[in-house]
């Protein structure tokens, strides 16, 4: 019998658009050689302007599905993204507690692109409390960093990036990847920090239009590039390298926003083959 991939254990909600969740997990993973497992969190109402409603799965069925799984199979990594309420979230925090080994990337996702709301103050605070502790790289953009890395009893707190990296690192997370996608740059910054500062920072062309599916494509991509062995650093910078390319071939099959490609070295390769 042939070696398995290695396999990516996915805690997300389902996106009926293909632009987001699992959806972009399962598909970014695959198309990077790995296995996913999918563990529902929630179920949305969404397409690719927006999100219009969200259903939570009760916390006992979240942890049934992975447990299931993971008694079953040999992981390589975690992937978390958006997770639904406060109770699955100290379900997933007691189910990974578990696999302390086992590497995880912890996508935030607060919001959707349109700016739909996707957490509570209560599910900030369960995270900051109970998942960032366990987390190896934490992968928020700009907006999300600033938010979680909020000081609330501070009125005038507007920390810097760099200090909103240090803040996530203090919470218990051993890396950070803030995206600058949301920033006024010419180009998107992205960069990697550890208690030691920063450990790469790398830019990217803008590319024009807005994308669906762009964080949960980063986050699943470093996962799988983890869960393939390389070093964080490296696996940052392929992740990076994969996303932009997705991003870049992107195509826009509704009125809303576009959707990475992210088969996209599959077409290139039938367009050369053709």
């Known amino acids: 019998m042939p070696q398995p991939p290695p396999i990516v254990l996915c805690f997300a909600a389902t996106d009926p658009s293909g632009g987001a969740g699992l959806q972009a997990d399962i598909m970014t993973l695959s198309s990077m050689g790995c296995h996913p497992l999918s563990v529902v969190t929630a179920v949305t109402i969404q397409d690719s302007a927006g999100v219009e409603d969200l259903l939570a799965l009760d916390p006992e069925w979240v942890a049934d599905q992975a447990r299931c799984v993971l008694e079953d199979m040999a992981v390589s990594a975690f992937k ?19 696999y302390p080994d086992i590497p995880l990337v912890l996508d935030p996702v607060l919001a959707s692109g349109r700016g739909d709301e996707l957490v509570t103050d209560e599910m900030i605070a369960a995270m900051r409390e109970l998942l960032i502790p366990q987390t190896t790289l934490i992968t928020p953009n700009s907006v999300e960093a600033r938010r979680l890395a909020l000081d609330e009893s501070n009125d005038n707190d507007e920390p810097s990036l760099s200090d909103c990296a240090k803040r996530l690192l203090d919470m218990g997370c051993e890396y950070v990847l803030i995206t600058g996608t949301h920033e006024n740059t010419p180009q998107v910054i992205n960069t990697l920090y550890t208690q030691d500062g920063i450990l790469r920072n790398d ?10 599916g762009s964080g949960c494509t980063l986050a699943a991509a470093v996962t799988a590039t983890i869960a393939n062995g390389l070093s964080i650093s490296e696996a940052v910078r392929d992740a990076q390298e994969y996303t932009w390319h997705a991003l870049k071939s992107a195509f826009r099959p509704g009125m809303g926003q576009h959707i990475p490609d992210r088969l996209f070295w599959a077409r290139e390769e039938d367009e050369r083959q053709d």
């Open 203 to 212: 830019s990217w062309e803008r590319l024009p239009g807005s994308y669906h």
């Open 80 to 98: 978390i993204g958006l997770l639904g309420s406060v109770e699955i979230i100290a379900a997933i925090a007691e189910v990974v507690s578990d």
